[in-house]
């Protein structure tokens, strides 16, 4: 079992497509061309030649071993996306998005973008493909992260603020719908992770699921077998589904969803959407939903505003309720206590995304003790969060 | 059984006229405010209204009804503000019908919103985002209430794909005039002629056309191809430029009145 969706993008009750009319046409076009991509060999080596090349695969594998004395003992081994160009596993979707784009005969990109790694990503790959690139990004968040804007604006891309409703980034994807809705003919939408209308959900994982087929040849060659649990944080999950994917074969792998807490899921103010949300429908796609009784979606908090989203995405939806792979919440504080923990054990400064696998990793080395062996998705790094963390620490800027 | 919907469009085929359809978010200006809007649009002549149930996340909607559904949302309208302003319009005389996304039905519960609409007077409910792949369990709550489901049609849609929808709508299908969110426009777009008449090949039931309407020249151009003219972020920008609710309320009721002779002068 490696694909369990059907063909209109079901897993189980979860996924498929509840969009605008106006957008079926474009979804069909984007799925034909993905399927026709996939058995493509002309394709397959061009992407491979670019990550190759560009964005620096195969990704390492690191023995975290003084960070692994605060887990329990246990073996952590970290599958190091944070190498990537443009630091995360972002990279390894846009490329694949961007080259189906030409293959579409499109000249345009938009793109959502909530802290600013995708907006970075798909400006990145427009700039390398000489591609037109839109970024909507909420106005809240261009403030926050007015870095990343620099970036993507150095980049040659537009960044467009979001003013509706809470001008964060399930907003910026609303306004991007709008925008394809309105431009299909002319442009992609490169969504950045594995949630909307189908075939973005199965589209995305499978530009991410070399995470996990390089990372379990690596943990084999390294250990000589597979790891006992393999661990990655869940906003929408791309990182995470696309370290998954490889092993949900594996019967003996516990997979363990790390989501957002905030400041904890009893206080209401999280993004953990499996952990404290209700089945539901958003952005076109059913999974689970932080909702209200009418079904009007909730504002989501984080201080990782990678994984601040009100949504997640439908194969972990489905992975959860079959029981295949565990979610829980990690909040703020736990999260940012592990990002100073990779830091000063292992000279890794980790995004703030990612720390919260690696407090996951320290719950979860302490259960399963020194025998064990956890492979996590360092999907990664934290130059972008430094403001954050100094402000967090009170370290003077 | 024919509802209410049904029996207008037979009653304009006989009076050889479009039908004006107006469009106002429930709780929107204010929960009451709504009413008295639904009561402007009845005086000044519309044939009949359609309630958005405001949604937090609405990608079919441009500026000026996002705002709308924004004030309405902050103000506590829920489901149950819905169907009150439902049952105000029914209650007026005039065919009504709901417009909503997806996911408050499935909250709502879906056989249970079907049937909230017969008991509130309601004809049927417009659902943009609900793609016919995805629209088993309202299928079945439909067939057993015997409310019209009527689904959105856009330019892009295939020739293939067309007949798919339209042979599962009910009351009447909504043309999208163009490709692009709702707002009023300089123009109707050229392309809505063109989809009614690929949408008749397909369907003997009325169509009606949406999206950039806002005048009664236009309201005049769209009638002379289409059963239905629909209506809506014209008269919630009328609301918001308005000094005051009074004078809001007159500025409804004399555009409706506008867009009343207007679709009366179309053939």
Same mark, same amino acid.
């Given at each position: 079992?490696?694909?369990?969706?059907d063909?209109a993008?079901h897993?189980g009750p979860y996924g498929g497509r509840f969009?605008?009319?106006?957008?079926?046409?474009?979804?069909?076009?984007?799925?034909?061309?993905?399927?026709?991509?996939?058995?493509?060999?002309?394709?397959?080596?061009?992407?491979?030649?670019?990550?190759?090349?560009?964005?620096?695969?195969?990704?390492?594998?690191?023995?975290?071993?003084?960070?692994? &004395?605060?887990?329990?003992?246990?073996?952590?081994?970290?599958?190091?996306?944070?190498?990537?160009?443009?630091?995360?596993?972002?990279?390894?979707?846009?490329?694949?998005?961007?080259?189906?784009?030409?293959?579409?005969?499109?000249?345009?990109?938009?793109?959502?973008?909530?802290?600013? $790694?995708? @907006?970075?990503?798909?400006?990145?790959?427009?700039?390398?493909?000489?591609? &037109?690139?839109? %970024?909507?990004?909420?106005?809240?968040?261009?403030?926050? $992260?007015?870095?990343?804007?620099?970036?993507?604006?150095?980049?040659?891309?537009? %960044?467009?603020?979001?003013?509706?409703?809470?001008?964060?980034?399930?907003?910026?994807?609303?306004?991007?719908?709008?925008?394809?809705?309105?431009?299909?003919?002319?442009?992609?939408?490169?969504?950045?992770?594995?949630?909307?209308?189908?075939?973005?959900?199965?589209?995305?994982?499978?530009?991410?699921?070399?995470? @996990? /087929?390089?990372?379990?040849?690596?943990?084999?060659?390294?250990?000589?077998?597979?790891?006992?649990?393999?661990?990655?944080?869940?906003?929408?999950?791309?990182?995470?589904?696309?370290?998954?994917?490889?092993?949900?074969?594996?019967?003996?792998?516990?997979?363990?969803?790390?989501?957002?807490?905030?400041?904890?899921?009893?206080?209401?103010?999280?993004?953990?959407?499996?952990?404290?949300?209700?089945?539901?429908v958003?952005? @076109?796609?059913r999974?689970?939903?932080?909702?209200?009784?009418?079904?009007?979606?909730?504002?989501?908090?984080?201080?990782?505003?990678?994984?601040?989203?009100?949504?997640?995405?439908?194969?972990?939806?489905?992975?959860?309720?079959?029981?295949?792979?565990?979610?829980?919440?990690?909040?703020?504080?736990?999260?940012?206590?592990?990002?100073?923990?990779?830091?000063?054990?292992? @000279?890794?400064?980790?995004?703030?995304?990612?720390?919260?696998?690696?407090?996951?990793?320290?719950?979860?080395?302490? /259960?399963?003790?020194?025998?064990?062996?956890?492979?996590?998705?360092?999907?990664?790094?934290?130059?972008?969060?430094?403001?954050?963390?100094?402000?967090?620490?009170?370290?003077?800027? | 059984?024919?509802?209410?919907?049904?029996?207008?469009?037979?009653?304009?085929?006989?009076?050889?006229?479009?039908?004006?359809?107006?469009?106002?978010?429930?709780?929107?200006?204010?929960?009451?405010?709504?009413?008295?809007?639904?009561?402007?649009?009845?005086?000044?002549?519309?044939?009949?209204?359609?309630?958005?149930?405001?949604?937090?996340?609405?990608?079919?909607?441009?500026?000026?009804?996002?705002?709308?559904?924004?004030?309405?949302?902050?103000?506590?309208?829920?489901?149950?503000?819905?169907?009150?302003?439902?049952?105000?319009?029914?209650?007026?005389?005039?065919?009504?019908?709901?417009?909503?996304?997806w996911?408050?039905i499935e909250?709502?519960?879906v056989e249970?919103?079907a049937?909230?609409?017969?008991?509130?007077?309601?004809?049927?409910?417009?659902t943009?985002?609900l793609t016919i792949e995805e629209s088993g369990t309202w299928k079945a709550a439909v067939a057993k209430?015997?409310?019209?489901p009527?689904y959105?049609?856009?330019?892009?849609?295939?020739?293939?794909?067309?007949?798919m929808v339209?042979?599962q709508?009910?009351?009447?299908?909504?043309?999208?005039?163009?490709?692009?969110?709702?707002?009023?426009?300089?123009?109707?777009?050229?392309?809505?002629?063109?989809?009614?008449?690929?949408?008749?090949?397909?369907?003997?039931?009325?169509?009606?056309?949406?999206?950039?309407?806002?005048?009664?020249?236009?309201?005049?151009?769209?009638?002379?191809?289409?059963?239905?003219?629909?209506?809506?972020?014209?008269?919630?920008?009328?609301?918001?430029?308005?000094?005051?609710?009074?004078?809001?309320?007159?500025?409804?009721?004399?555009?409706?009145?506008?867009?009343?002779?207007?679709?009366?002068?179309?053939?």
């Amino acid at each position: 079992m490696t694909t369990v969706e059907d063909l209109a993008g079901h897993f189980g009750p979860y996924g498929g497509r509840f969009v605008p009319e106006a957008l079926i046409g474009a979804l069909e076009e984007l799925d034909a061309a993905r399927i026709k991509a996939q058995t493509d060999p002309t394709f397959i080596a061009e992407l491979a030649e670019l990550h190759r090349t560009y964005t620096g695969r195969p990704s390492i594998i690191t023995d975290a071993k003084r960070f692994a &004395e605060h887990a329990g003992g246990a073996r952590i081994i970290l599958k190091r996306e944070d190498l990537n160009h443009t630091g995360s596993h972002k990279i390894n979707n846009v490329l694949g998005q961007a080259l189906l784009t030409k293959r579409m005969g499109k000249k345009r990109i938009i793109a959502e973008t909530g802290a600013g $790694q995708h @907006g970075v990503a798909a400006a990145t790959a427009a700039a390398l493909m000489g591609l &037109e690139c839109d %970024v909507y990004m909420g106005e809240e968040d261009t403030k926050r $992260q007015s870095l990343n804007v620099a970036r993507m604006k150095l980049l040659g891309a537009e %960044v467009i603020p979001v003013t509706s409703g809470s001008k964060t980034l399930k907003d910026a994807i609303n306004e991007a719908m709008r925008d394809w809705v309105t431009n299909v003919e002319t442009t992609h939408y490169l969504l950045g992770t594995v949630a909307g209308p189908h075939p973005f959900p199965s589209m995305v994982r499978d530009f991410h699921k070399i995470i @996990g /087929e390089e990372s379990r040849e690596q943990v084999l060659a390294l250990t000589g077998r597979l790891p006992d649990a393999v661990l990655a944080c869940v906003g929408g999950g791309s990182n995470a589904i696309g370290i998954f994917h490889r092993f949900i074969s594996d019967p003996s792998v516990r997979l363990i969803g790390l989501e957002a807490a905030g400041d904890g899921i009893e206080t209401g103010r999280h993004a953990a959407s499996i952990s404290g949300g209700s089945p539901g429908v958003l952005h @076109g796609n059913r999974t689970y939903v932080l909702q209200d009784e009418n079904g009007q979606t909730i504002e989501s908090h984080s201080i990782s505003a990678g994984l601040d989203y009100p949504g997640v995405g439908p194969e972990h939806a489905y992975l959860h309720d079959i029981g295949r792979a565990e979610y829980r919440g990690i909040t703020d504080a736990q999260a940012m206590h592990a990002f100073a923990l990779l830091s000063k054990t292992e @000279g890794i400064i980790p995004a703030i995304e990612t720390a919260h696998a690696l407090a996951g990793a320290i719950q979860v080395g302490n /259960e399963l003790g020194p025998d064990s062996i956890i492979l996590i998705n360092l999907s990664g790094r934290g130059d972008k969060d430094v403001q954050t963390a100094a402000h967090y620490f009170g370290i003077p800027l | 059984m024919a509802t209410a919907l049904d029996d207008l469009f037979v009653k304009v085929r006989s009076e050889n006229r479009a039908a004006l359809i107006a469009y106002i978010p429930a709780g929107f200006p204010s929960i009451e405010g709504c009413k008295k809007v639904i009561k402007a649009f009845v005086d000044g002549g519309v044939d009949a209204i359609e309630i958005g149930f405001p949604y937090s996340d609405p990608v079919m909607d441009g500026p000026t009804i996002q705002a709308a559904a924004d004030q309405s949302l902050s103000q506590g309208t829920g489901a149950g503000e819905v169907f009150d302003a439902l049952k105000t319009a029914s209650g007026l005389g005039v065919a009504a019908v709901v417009m909503t996304y997806w996911n408050p039905i499935e909250k709502y519960g879906v056989e249970k919103f079907a049937q909230a609409i017969v008991d509130n007077g309601g004809s049927g409910v417009i659902t943009p985002d609900l793609t016919i792949e995805e629209s088993g369990t309202w299928k079945a709550a439909v067939a057993k209430t015997g409310i019209n489901p009527i689904y959105v049609v856009a330019p892009s849609t295939t020739e293939a794909r067309l007949p798919m929808v339209t042979s599962q709508c009910g009351g009447f299908v909504y043309a999208a005039s163009l490709m692009g969110v709702t707002g009023t426009r300089t123009s109707v777009s050229s392309g809505a002629p063109d989809l009614v008449a690929r949408i008749r090949t397909t369907t003997g039931l009325p169509v009606s056309v949406g999206l950039g309407v806002s005048t009664r020249e236009q309201a005049k151009g769209v009638a002379g191809y289409a059963d239905g003219v629909i209506v809506g972020s014209a008269f919630i920008k009328a609301i918001q430029d308005a000094p005051d609710e009074e004078s809001g309320l007159t500025a409804v009721r004399e555009l409706a009145s506008e867009l009343a002779k207007g679709v009366r002068e179309g053939r």
